[in-house]
């Protein structure tokens, strides 16, 4: 049975709003953050991105955050300008370029981590554990839900 019906849809209840909202507030939120290391929201989810390896590669990193490739080649100039990350070309094939973090680059990432942790727990203090880890498995849900969708239309 359909949860949402043509006549009760509004913002308020619509998780692809709600989502992109809560997305929005949360950067606002963050990029003070950011700017006290001198990178903006989009340089550190780059730079987590590239220290948990799922942007190994300037695509592998577009197609994690959700970013345009022509956008992400000029942010991942950016941050080997800052001498953040190094591009190194693989023996296997010269066309595939690896992306690494330098030991600034993770001393920065790791420091605006420790800093992202703490406005998440102040953001959620009174919220229950519980809460909290169930928000957390029903967005993984959601999420695989979504990538299966990804291939196949709604309609």
């Not at 950011?34 to 991105?49: H, R």
């Not at 300037?58 to 022509?70: E, I, P, T, V």
Request: net charge neutral; hydrophobic share 45%.
């Amino acid at each position: 049975m359909p949860f949402y019906a043509d006549s009760e849809f509004a913002p308020d209840i619509s998780i692809g709003y709600l989502i992109r909202r809560a997305h929005q507030l949360g950067g606002v939120a963050m990029e003070p953050v950011f700017a006290v290391e001198g990178l903006t929201g989009i340089q550190w989810s780059a730079l987590v991105s590239i220290f948990f390896e799922r942007g190994v590669t300037a695509a592998d990193l577009a197609r994690d955050l959700g970013h345009d490739k022509g956008a992400m080649t000029r942010l991942v100039d950016t941050l080997e300008e800052r001498g953040w990350i190094t591009r190194q070309r693989t023996p296997e094939d010269r066309r595939c370029v690896k992306l690494a973090l330098t030991g600034e680059g993770e001393a920065v990432a790791l420091r605006c981590k420790r800093h992202v942790v703490a406005c998440w727990n102040t953001w959620l203090a009174d919220w229950s554990e519980a809460e909290v880890r169930m928000m957390i498995s029903l967005l993984q849900k959601l999420r695989g839900t979504l990538a299966v969708a990804a291939g196949a239309p709604c309609v």
